[in-house]
């Protein structure tokens, strides 16, 4: 049995190669249409123009219903690892919460471009990273919370690397993007999709730039710390029938006598 084929470690390794397929193909597909620039441009740019945005839209779309997947599954294994204690039941409810926003900010990210809805697009950008920083680092505190008893302490550090690697990012990022977006550079840099070294305000893009894309990396980092966890569980689907029919009142008596007949005269 292949290492994706134990228990649902397919879904944080689906989640993160298909996504990680989405920037790259919308990347490519940008570049050679020449709608961007090769060098760091924003993730988002590279799904701004047609026919790109349609891939770029629909793949992330893809990816938030696996991102939710992933989060959910997350959440009952924890579940059932700690159905007594209290204070990991509520963390990991909080965490819950927080990827499925941050789910739906990749969404808003996905569908509204950034040169046609800007403040839907920021909204779904802050969903995204913002509260998904959160949910990492509530993630972190419940591994903590849940060694050695339940795993070693190797994988916490792990995701405390990430976590704050996520955090420095997140931070250059915030600064970077407010001294860039806040008016001194001229009102048409929202719509800008092309830079160069000459242009005012060159240094803070490329930095909020990189910094989104080093984000994104230790977004992909943490989920592939599920792989193993995911290992260790699986999930079935039971049906239960409330009754032998889907008819909501009780069938006519007349044709179950006819059925009967039916039945005696054979």
């Not at 988002?44 to 779309?61: I, Q, R, Y």
């Not at 700690?82 to 819950?96: F, Q, S, Y």
Request: aromatic share 14%; glycine share 6%; charged share 10%.
């Amino acid at each position: 049995m292949w290492w994706f084929q134990q228990g649902l470690s397919f879904l944080p390794s689906a989640l993160v190669i298909w996504t990680a397929a989405a920037f790259i193909f919308s990347y490519i597909t940008a570049i050679t249409l020449h709608h961007v620039d090769p060098v760091l441009p924003y993730i988002s740019d590279t799904g701004t123009v047609a026919p790109e945005k349609c891939l770029f839209g629909a793949m992330l779309n893809i990816a938030a219903v696996l991102c939710i997947a992933t989060i959910y599954v997350r959440y009952k294994q924890v579940h059932a690892l700690n159905p007594e204690e209290n204070r990991i039941i509520r963390l990991n409810k909080a965490g819950l919460v927080l990827g499925l926003l941050s789910c739906l900010g990749l969404s808003l990210v996905a569908n509204f471009q950034k040169t046609t809805f800007f403040a839907v697009h920021v909204c779904g950008a802050v969903l995204t990273f913002g509260v998904g920083s959160l949910y990492m680092f509530v993630q972190t505190i419940l591994s903590y919370q849940m060694q050695p008893k339940i795993h070693g302490k190797q994988v916490f550090w792990i995701r405390l690397s990430l976590v704050i690697w996520c955090g420095v990012s997140a931070f250059s990022m915030l600064t970077c993007s407010s001294l860039l977006y806040n008016g001194s550079f001229g009102a048409d840099i929202v719509q800008k999709l092309h830079w160069n070294p000459e242009d005012k305000g060159y240094v803070l893009h490329m930095i909020t730039t990189a910094a989104e894309w080093s984000m994104s990396l230790s977004f992909f980092g943490f989920f592939l710390t599920y792989i193993r966890d995911f290992q260790k569980i699986s999930l079935r689907v039971e049906a239960t029938l409330h009754g032998l029919t889907l008819y909501d009142t009780v069938p006519c008596p007349v044709n179950n006598e006819r059925t009967w007949l039916l039945s005696r005269d054979v």
